[in-house]
């Protein structure tokens, strides 16, 4: 005759079944006795399953945290920055600290005056190529080639925020010439004239630095697209 071996973890269902049947033999006392026992052998075989792909007594994975909005824009912000501060250092030959740099002040900048800081950027690769030293026969200095003359009081003024109060400053270039681009904007309630007046008139600015707006915009949105299927 084969013997058969009852698995160790259904030991404590066999006992209860035995138990069952020891009611129908015994004394009182002893039937509730071993209905007791049987209750908490079962009891005891209660267990929490883990995951099918879980090994035993491993660490239960938990999950990534959830972004807020608030913290998905400052992200893709962030992935943006640096994206345009690597096309720049590449395409312009700067460091990669100073292209940084400038494409902080053009968000800040942006955000101040409600100018994107694409446009900021097209500008300035216009205008200087990225040369914070950048001048002119005609006074223009530094990065947006403000020229000095003309717009003192807003030099003076930006002291506020910066302490350095020259234009060969890369923030405080970026502060005067995104406020003078906005003010005339304003005056001429268009982009377009806002920009030749900024220009001086000066032929196809308008093209060019689209084009260049474009460039950068392209940049901007493949970092967005990177970060947001990573997200």
Excluded: W
């Excluded at 910066?162 to 502060?175: C, G, K, V």
């Excluded at 032929?203 to 707006?213: A, F, L, N, S």
């Amino acid at each position: 005759m084969t013997s058969v071996t009852t698995p160790r973890r259904r030991r404590p269902a066999f006992s209860a079944a035995m138990a069952c049947l020891a009611l129908t033999v015994g004394t009182p006392v002893a039937q509730a006795q071993t209905l007791l026992e049987a209750l908490q052998s079962m009891r005891a075989l209660t267990v929490v399953p883990l995951p099918a792909d879980s090994a035993a007594g491993a660490p239960m994975a938990q999950p990534a945290p959830m972004l807020t909005p608030a913290r998905l824009a400052e992200v893709r912000s962030e992935a943006e920055k640096g994206a345009l501060a690597r096309f720049i250092a590449v395409e312009y030959k700067t460091t990669r600290d100073l292209a940084a740099r400038i494409v902080n002040a053009a968000y800040a900048a942006g955000a101040r005056y409600q100018l994107q800081p694409s446009l900021l950027l097209a500008i300035i690769s216009r205008e200087s190529t990225f040369n914070p030293r950048a001048t002119s026969g005609y006074g223009a200095q530094g990065l947006m080639q403000v020229v000095p003359r003309f717009h003192m009081d807003k030099l003076q003024e930006v002291r506020a925020t910066y302490a350095q109060a020259s234009l060969f400053h890369p923030e405080t270039n970026i502060d005067v010439g995104a406020r003078i681009l906005a003010e005339y904007i304003d005056a001429e309630s268009s982009l377009q004239r806002g920009l030749q007046k900024y220009s001086g008139r000066a032929p196809r600015y308008i093209e060019k630095v689209m084009e260049e707006h474009d460039a950068f915009e392209r940049v901007r949105n493949e970092a967005d697209k990177e970060e947001g299927g990573s997200a």
